[in-house]
């Protein structure tokens, strides 16, 4: 059987973001979402939780160590002069060290305020992944995985993608997934021996800021058998991107093709099933 994941990254980070990802909810294309627990609108993305019905619909921790201001206090590693994290650049060369124990201690208080604070307002947390993938970097997956575990939280992004040389994408981003792609496959044996579950598959990396109908109806024909995660960023235009250095118009883009019915056709063709990580150990 092949079964299907929608994940819509960035819930919090702006009202736009949020009304794009509840409208996709809403025409049943997006299934789960993960939701930034410092975000700027994080309390107008619970309103709309709350009120929304979405009970079929799965929500998820969006770990952000890269951009803005933590919610924990003093952190002595993951933060600048300047009380903010260190950027993504920043951010990726520090995680990507072997760690240790003071990095391991600013992730756990601050993977643990981030999850608490989505908890206290309610929502029932299925799983977790990291803006940017900071989650399955070396210095950062077994703490985030034992904070997670500890709160209750079984379920994980893992960023591995099946990518193929010789298309178009551009080398910078296939250079890009190719790295996360390496730390997802390393992390799903160690998140295998934690007990933590993962989608059979995933997709999303090579198609940043390039989604449209026509790769969507692609994935839909050539998914494999299993479960498969898609991490997309759909959204309405917003003024400013307070956590993305994507464009709003790349948003919106994403969007329309989610809500074009050539790609619902698509998976009704492939046999494909929609769930949510609610579904994924079923």
Do not use: W
């Not at 990254?9 to 909810?25: K, T």
């Not at 933590?70 to 990507?96: E, I, V, W």
């Not at 600013?106 to 940017?132: K, W, Y």
């Amino acid at each position: 059987m092949r079964r299907l994941i929608i994940n819509a990254d960035d819930l919090g980070a702006d009202v736009a973001r949020n009304e794009g990802i509840f409208e996709a909810i809403r025409a049943g294309v997006v299934t789960s979402a993960s939701i930034l627990p410092n975000g700027p609108a994080l309390d107008h993305a619970i309103e709309g939780i709350r009120a929304g019905g979405f009970d079929r619909v799965s929500f998820g921790v969006h770990l952000n160590l890269s951009e803005g201001r933590p919610l924990a206090s003093g952190l002595s590693r993951l933060t600048g002069p300047d009380g903010r994290f260190l950027g993504k650049a920043g951010t990726h060369r520090l995680l990507m060290g072997p760690g240790d124990a003071s990095i391991e201690a600013d992730i756990a208080r601050e993977a643990a305020l981030q999850i608490r604070r989505l908890c206290d307002a309610g929502v029932d947390v299925t799983h977790i992944d990291g803006h940017q993938h900071v989650h399955v970097f070396p210095a950062a997956l077994r703490a985030v995985a034992a904070v997670a575990k500890g709160l209750g939280i079984r379920r994980m992004r893992i960023p591995e993608e099946t990518l193929r040389s010789g298309d178009d994408t551009p080398a910078g981003l296939m250079e890009e997934a190719r790295r996360f792609s390496a730390l997802g496959r390393k992390a799903r044996k160690v998140l295998a021996g934690m007990r933590i579950a993962a989608s059979d598959h995933f997709r999303g990396l090579v198609l940043k800021g390039r989604l449209d109908p026509a790769a969507l109806v692609k994935l839909a024909g050539t998914l494999p058998e299993g479960t498969t995660e898609l991490m997309v960023h759909p959204g309405r235009a917003a003024d400013r991107e307070p956590f993305s250095a994507f464009s709003s118009a790349d948003r919106e883009r994403e969007l329309e093709a989610l809500l074009d019915p050539r790609f619902r056709l698509a998976l009704d063709s492939s046999g494909a099933v929609l769930i949510s990580f609610r579904e994924m150990d079923r």
